[in-house]
Nanobody, 117 residues
Framework: QVQLEESGGGLVQTGGSLKLSCEAS????????MGWFRQIPGKEREFVAS???????RNYAASVEGRFTISRDDKNTVFLIMNSLKPEDTAIYYC???????????WGQGTQVTVSS
């Protein structure tokens, strides 16, 4: 069972930036893809971004393409750099890990991101 712990959420103004990090309890590089989902209260969780187990393939939701960048190190950590943030990006962001191409077998507890207008 892979455990995931997110960090880096917080409050930022429109147009600002945040960097989320997620550390897994074991090495995931080469084994599991990793990703980020988000959930707005009252709505379903939605896919944000993913990166393959070897780090060579990345996918983004259309709503964040060009503003968010996912990356990972060669051990157990995945990052999400969020630029040009908008109020509609406000959500709880969840880190995930699992099999490629849509890693969602394991979930973190989530971290709140709030973008003020």
């Amino acid at each position: 069972q892979v455990q995931l712990e997110e960090s880096g959420g917080g409050l930022v103004q429109t147009g600002g930036s945040l960097k989320l990090s997620c550390e897994a309890s074991e090495q995931t590089f080469g084994t599991y893809g990793m990703g980020w989902f988000r959930q707005i209260p009252g709505k379903e969780r939605e896919f944000v971004a993913s990166i393959s187990s070897g780090g060579l393939s990345r996918n983004y939701a259309a709503s964040v393409e060009g503003r968010f960048t996912i990356s990972r190190d060669d051990k157990n950590t995945v990052f999400l750099i969020m630029n040009s943030l908008k109020p509609e990006d406000t959500a709880i962001y969840y880190c995930t890990a699992g099999l490629d191409p849509l890693p969602n077998d394991y979930w973190g507890q989530g971290t709140q991101v709030t973008v003020s207008s």
